[in-house]
């Protein structure tokens, strides 16, 4: 007498796939950002709103809430229409970021391409010309602003160069320029752009760091083997940037763009946010207003991004894998 015994094969255990296992790592990775937007910004974006509507009140308990009032478009209409200086600093704003982004990518650019080089000291630098970036974080700013050497010299007005204008510790004048282009067609606009390049390469210099990394990432991502075949064919250096380096790294000259804009928007230095930031502390009628203007600087911003980004996409080259 026989029995049949089944055995039962063992189950295989389902591995996940590759997809599934870097989306939960990339969720693992998010997840501090997202909770700390969550918890943290986005209540301080709903109070924000809510302040702009509103007409905020110390409440007449000693420890109870502010009493908020809601007044409409109120706030935003006594910002746009009643308050001069911040349309006058909303448009020096958007005049200094037209005249430093382009710096500002150019010189980022520039070296990175010098950098790209074969040198010997390559990566020191690499080293040094990202410094001042990770020493930007406070420190600089605050031993400029105590720079004490620099503001005997100069006084109040400035350092008088003798031509009767104060030239404040700038590196050249614009009088200097124009005798230097002296009989040469060179309108003053240049004259001023260069002028203020030259007065501004502290701060150029200081904001082009991680631009910098940017386009060298860039740079060493082109396959070398693209640069031996034009070499082969007989392009030159300038023909072999314009041709190859330049489409290359468009995407990349996208990214910085933007990133130079939302950076140049809301460093310390910049006037529009260190007016609202002004108003906001004066009163408590200000918080309202101040936080209408935050919001119509917000979406400015957010326009500017968009057109740049529109325009410039319709220039860049996406390198085909297959």
Do not use: H
Request: net charge negative.
């Amino acid at each position: 007498m026989t029995t049949d015994v089944k055995i039962k094969a063992p189950k295989k255990r389902r591995n996940a796939s590759l997809d599934k296992r870097k989306a939960r790592g990339g969720w693992l990775f998010v997840l501090p950002f997202v909770l700390g937007f969550v918890l943290i910004y986005i209540p301080i974006i709903i109070d924000s709103i809510r302040y702009s509507f509103s007409l905020a009140s110390y409440a007449d308990v000693a420890g109870a809430p502010m009493n908020f009032e809601f007044v409409g478009w109120a706030n935003y209409s006594n910002a746009l229409f009643e308050d001069a200086n911040f349309v006058q600093n909303l448009v020096k704003g958007l005049t200094d970021m037209v005249m430093d982004i382009p710096m500002i990518l150019i010189f980022s650019l520039f070296m990175a391409v010098l950098l790209n080089q074969k040198m010997a000291g390559r990566a020191v630098f690499r080293a040094i010309f990202f410094i001042p970036v990770i020493l930007s974080t406070g420190l600089m700013e605050s031993i400029e602003a105590s720079n004490t050497l620099g503001q005997n010299m100069g006084g109040a007005d400035g350092i008088d160069d003798g031509s009767g204008q104060s030239t404040a510790g700038d590196l050249v004048s614009t009088l200097d320029l124009q005798q230097m282009f002296d009989g040469m067609a060179v309108g003053q606009g240049l004259v001023s752009f260069v002028t203020n390049a030259i007065n501004n390469i502290f701060d150029i210099v200081n904001r082009s760091g991680v631009q910098m990394l940017i386009f060298l990432a860039g740079l060493q991502s082109i396959s070398p083997a693209i640069y031996e075949s034009v070499q082969i064919d007989g392009a030159s250096a300038w023909e072999t940037f314009w041709k190859i380096t330049f489409p290359m790294i468009s995407p990349m000259i996208l990214v910085n763009a933007v990133y130079t804009i939302i950076d140049s928007f809301t460093t310390n230095s910049n006037v529009v946010m260190n007016f609202i930031q002004n108003i906001y502390g004066q009163s408590m009628e200000g918080k309202g207003i101040s936080s209408a203007m935050a919001w119509m600087y917000f979406l400015v911003v957010l326009a500017i991004i968009g057109i740049v980004a529109a325009i410039m996409s319709a220039y860049v080259f996406y390198q085909r894998k297959d």
